[in-house]
């Protein structure tokens, strides 16, 4: 893949934290996961006064894609203004291993910081139904 198809999904997932809707942490993250046509779906984390209920910015972009119909993935930009860069959650995690055997997961902070790693290497042996 083309490094301008990398900049369009890190500059997608940066873009998307200005949605975010996060008034009790102000943690603000975007994420923006790329399918395998090369279109690409955003999202942002969603709080609730019912913390539990909040919604993080990788679930938001993996839902909107698959309620579009979407079931492959390739990579998926997650942005928070963090050193160490933020990860996926554990609940990310499992979701995004429901659509990807492997994912590369591209962590960013608006300071240009970069880094990629593979969802096998963060959820080694994820859960996995019998009839897949």
Avoid: W
Wanted: hydrophobic letters at 40%; glycine letters at 6%.
């Amino acid at each position: 893949m083309s490094d301008s198809r990398l900049d369009r999904l890190v500059q997608a997932a940066l873009d998307s934290r200005k949605s975010a809707y996060a008034p009790f942490s102000k943690f603000l993250v975007g994420a923006a996961i790329e399918d395998a046509q090369g279109r690409i779906h955003t999202g942002c984390n969603i709080e609730n006064a019912s913390y539990g209920l909040t919604v993080c910015a990788e679930r938001t972009a993996v839902l909107k894609a698959v309620s579009e119909g979407v079931r492959e993935f390739v990579r998926i930009a997650v942005a928070a203004e963090t050193d160490p860069l933020t990860p996926p959650c554990g609940a990310c995690r499992q979701v995004l291993a429901e659509f990807c055997d492997d994912l590369e997961i591209v962590m960013v902070n608006p300071a240009g910081k970069t880094e990629s790693v593979r969802l096998k290497d963060l959820l080694p042996r994820a859960f996995r139904a019998s009839f897949r």
